[in-house]
């Protein structure tokens, strides 16, 4: 599975952006699609997660409201739409694979994209 994530940038605090990110390969369908992020200096952290086929979703306490991941199954694509940013938000955003199920621990996720920075201006 190939993961290609797009979309980060610089937005100022209360601002939106929106991610995306194509995936690839032999996915199956009963796995799931999850976004994490990792500030400089701190760990990755799991942001949100969506089931590709039932379409269930979790999120982070810290971005519930404001952030609202979802799926387009016809082009293998997640999204993750992200509104009123504030600067703790920026960090590089990761999409990720789990063939096995919701989880929001990083290491559970078997593959990952590249990486899309996202830094939030005061």
């Known amino acids: 599975v190939q993961l290609q994530a797009s979309g980060g940038g610089l937005v100022q605090a209360g601002g939106s952006l929106r991610l995306s990110c194509a995936a690839s390969?032999?996915?199956?369908?009963?796995?799931?699609m999850g976004w994490f992020r990792q500030a400089p200096g701190k760990e990755r952290e799991f942001v949100a997660g969506?089931?590709?086929?039932?379409?269930?979703?979790a999120y982070a306490d810290s971005v519930k409201g404001r952030f609202t991941i979802s799926r387009d199954n016809a082009k293998n694509m997640v999204f993750l739409q992200m509104n009123s940013l504030k600067p703790e938000d920026t960090a590089v955003y990761y999409c990720?694979?789990?063939?096995?199920?919701?989880?929001?621990?990083?290491?559970?996720?078997?593959?990952w994209g590249q990486g899309t920075l996202v830094t939030v201006s005061s």
């Open positions: 990720a694979f789990n063939p096995d199920g919701m989880s929001m621990i990083a290491t559970r996720f078997k593959y």
């Open positions: 390969g032999r996915t199956g369908t009963s796995y799931v």
């Open positions: 969506i089931r590709w086929r039932s379409a269930d979703t």
